[in-house]
């Protein structure tokens, strides 16, 4: 997630590139916008660009981090009157079913396709006994 320290370094940085291309625009004739931009500016332009780069690099790296930690997440045999959140996995029909968005109760995985995906399928229907403790 981001965190309020990379929002302001993002803001800086956007700030930054956006006075330097004020700055680019305004101070200068048409006749020295034409000539070769000195290497002091090209090193500013991508310095910043490789600033906000970086920013952007760290705060998405931190977002796949979360996501990743998370893993899945099993929520038991579907049940009729349970609503799921995107990304629960649920068994139903001899099949394991993920979550493509938040769902509402009653919404079956196999009936609902814009809210269940198919993760995996039984090759063939389970045939639960009853344990009798005999051995």
């Known amino acids: 997630m981001i965190g309020k320290g990379d ?3 993002l803001v800086l940085i956007a700030a930054r590139a956006k006075e330097i291309r004020t ?5 200068f004739t048409e006749e020295q916008l034409q000539r070769p931009l000195s290497r002091r500016v090209v090193h500013a332009l991508i310095a910043a660009t490789t600033a906000a ?4 690099l760290k705060a998405l790296a931190a977002r796949i981090e979360q996501l990743e930690a ?20 649920v068994t139903s ?27 995996a399928k039984a090759a063939r229907p389970v045939v639960r006994t009853k344990a009798t403790g005999e051995r």
């Open 53 to 56: 780069t970086g920013a952007k």
């Open 93 to 119: 029909g001899g099949g394991m079913w993920a979550a493509l968005r938040d769902t509402s109760e009653g919404e079956k995985p196999g009936d609902a396709p814009d809210a269940w995906q198919l993760a």
């Open 23 to 27: 700055g680019l625009d305004t101070n």
């Open 70 to 89: 998370g893993g899945v997440r099993y929520a038991g045999t579907w049940q009729r009157a349970m609503p799921y959140r995107k990304g629960s996995v």
């Open 7 to 9: 929002d302001e370094e």
